[in-house]
Every structure is written in C-alpha cells, then in structure tokens.
C-alpha cells in the first residue's frame, strides 16, 4: 500500500511473488547441472547405470514437485486473502485505522 501510495498518478506495476519460488528456482538449476555431469560422466554402457543415474535423481524430482505444489498453494492462499480481504476484518487502532484508509 505504501509502495502504491508514494506512486500516484503513474501506472505502476505491482507483481506480487511468494518467496518459495526462489528456492525451487535454485533447486531447479542445481539439480539440472548435477544432471548435466552426470550424462557427461557416467557411461551408460549397462542398464544398471541407467537405473542407478535415475534413482540418484528420484528426490530431486519430488523436491522440485513439492516446491512447486507449495508454491502454487502459497500462490492460491494469497489470492484467497486478497479475495476477502476487507478493512471491517482489520485490528488496528483508530490512528492506524485513519492511517491505513489513506493508503488504500
């Protein structure tokens, strides 16, 4: 609000990102250059190779599946709150209150 508030009269625009996509973001670049070695050095010269290299990245997979999943909770969650979000729900005193309307 405040951001919004010290931009009036220019078109501002305002993305709102929950802070669990960096983490995957960072997992997700981790695990494909791990990924990357491994095609490089590993041979694949037996069908136990290839089990094993998939098996090793099995977490990897359900990490960035869970990372994603809690972030597009976190994402709904979010647009939930906005959705109803209404000042007559607000605890705040009345200055804060008079405070707060302004910025709105």
């Known amino acids: 609000a405040t951001f919004l508030k ?4 220019e078109k ?4 709102i990102r929950p802070t669990m996509l960096a983490p995957f973001l ?6 494909n ?3 990357g ?3 490089i050095l590993v041979p694949f010269d037996h069908n136990w190779s290839i089990f094993l290299v998939a098996a090793s990245f099995a977490p990897y997979f359900l990490a960035c599946g869970c990372l994603l999943r809690s972030y597009f909770a976190s994402v709904q ?3 939930d709150q906005l959705g109803f979000f209404s000042i007559d729900d607000t605890v705040c005193l009345r200055c804060d209150r008079k405070i707060l309307l302004e910025c709105i």
């Not at 501002?12 to 993305?15: A, F, G, K, Q, R």
């Not at 960072?26 to 695990?31: C, H, I, V």
């Open 6 to 9: 010290c931009h009036e009269g």
């Open 77 to 79: 969650g979010l647009k």
């Open 12 to 15: 501002v625009h305002l993305d």
């Open 33 to 35: 250059v791990l990924i």
């Open 26 to 31: 960072l997992l997700n670049l981790a695990g």
């Open 37 to 39: 070695v491994a095609q």
